[in-house]
């Protein structure tokens, strides 16, 4: 038996391959248990990992019963972070909740208290903060490299999430159409929509360039298509004290950042009082601009420590030393950034200028 027994929960989400893949790898670790009510979205994972029988479930308390786990990765639709994480918490499980945070203010504040029972920590996954260029933005900030942070811009976002499969595979375009009427993805109640899916991204990573500091007041616009309920691209703009950010979100970039950056690229532009730097995903650097050499100068992304190089090795790590959970994991940051996708929900829902929710 592997030291650190981890349970797969829900396959609503694509990224449930992702990190059942980092599972696998690990050396400490293995895959306890995968759990779905429909075997069939399990049927990938399975054949991947040799996934035996006894260790697949579509009951929930069947598969947490008779694990014997350590860490549980959700990765439901969005409206059901809550209910898994309140049903999860009183079995002694860690949890990873994959991005988003929940579908509301409310959701989220359920989650924190069923964990802050539960002598067990949760952290949520947003895979951008293992982007080695938005780690050393934070690195470069910190340091006062472009004076106090003013401004945050955040554009991101891809074709559509059902244009790939885990570990990006890609599916024609004829397929995304057909699978649109019944996807998740594309349901308002399930928490569907490019603003639910990526505006976490930005409000996360921007909160903590910003020291966990809050805006004060929220304006957002959103798409309105004729046969689609959600929106698939939004524009979030937060007044903070000092100044004005922008916040972004696209399903239907020109092609996917992962293959081919598109224009707009997908990533932060940070400016400060002293300077500018801007990091976009994927890259191995970022560039940075200062009063006293204000020509862009690339400077090489930071190399990641082990431990610090993705969310499963990470989460593994925090049990093994019993540290805090920090950065762009820590739920309570997180509550921050979910308090900023609530506001821009009510914004555009009431198409106003509304006080930061509470």
């Not at 988003?100 to 952290?123: I, K, Y």
């Not at 399930?190 to 805006?215: F, H, I, K, R, V």
């Not at 006293?292 to 690339?298: I, S």
Request: include cysteine; glycine fraction near 8%.
């Amino acid at each position: 038996m592997a030291k650190y027994r981890v349970l797969g929960i829900s396959f609503d989400h694509m990224h449930m391959g992702d990190l059942l893949r980092a599972v696998s790898e690990h050396p400490d670790a293995e895959i306890a248990g995968i759990f779905d009510p429909d075997r069939v979205r399990m049927n990938s994972a399975i054949e991947q990992f040799a996934i035996p029988d006894t260790r697949v479930f579509t009951e929930l308390e069947h598969c947490i019963g008779s694990s014997e786990a350590d860490l549980a990765i959700v990765c439901s639709a969005t409206a059901e972070h809550a209910d898994y994480v309140e049903r999860l918490a009183p079995h002694g499980l860690h949890v990873l909740v994959e991005k988003p945070f929940a579908a509301s203010v409310s959701e989220a504040r359920r989650m924190l208290a069923a964990m802050a029972g539960s002598g067990r920590r949760m952290a949520i996954n947003w895979p951008i903060a293992w982007y080695p260029s938005h780690v050393t933005a934070k690195r470069l900030i910190d340091e006062g490299v472009i004076g106090d942070l003013i401004e945050v811009h955040f554009y991101d976002g891809n074709r559509g999430p059902l244009f790939h499969l885990a570990d990006k595979i890609e599916v024609s375009p004829q397929e995304v159409e057909a699978q649109k009427s019944t996807s998740w993805w594309y349901k308002k109640a399930s928490g569907g929509g490019s603003l639910l899916d990526y505006l976490g991204y930005g409000a996360t990573l921007g909160t903590w360039y910003m020291n966990g500091e809050a805006p004060v007041e929220v304006t957002c616009v959103v798409d309105e298509t004729p046969g689609i309920e959600v929106d698939q691209h939004s524009i979030t703009v937060c007044r903070y004290a000092k100044g004005l950010s922008k916040l972004e979100t696209r399903w239907g970039t020109f092609t996917d950042p992962w293959t081919l950056q598109p224009q707009p690229k997908c990533g932060f532009v940070l400016v400060g009082s002293d300077g500018t730097l801007s990091s976009y995903d994927y890259d191995d650097y970022v560039t940075i601009q200062t009063r006293d050499r204000p020509a862009a100068t690339r400077v090489p992304a930071d190399t990641l420590p082990p431990g610090h190089r993705g969310p499963i090795e990470y989460m593994l790590a925090r049990i093994e030393d019993g540290a805090s959970i920090t950065g762009p994991l820590d739920p309570a940051l997180c509550l921050t950034a979910q308090r900023i996708v609530d506001s821009a929900v009510l914004s555009a829902e009431s198409k106003r200028t509304v006080p930061l929710v509470s």
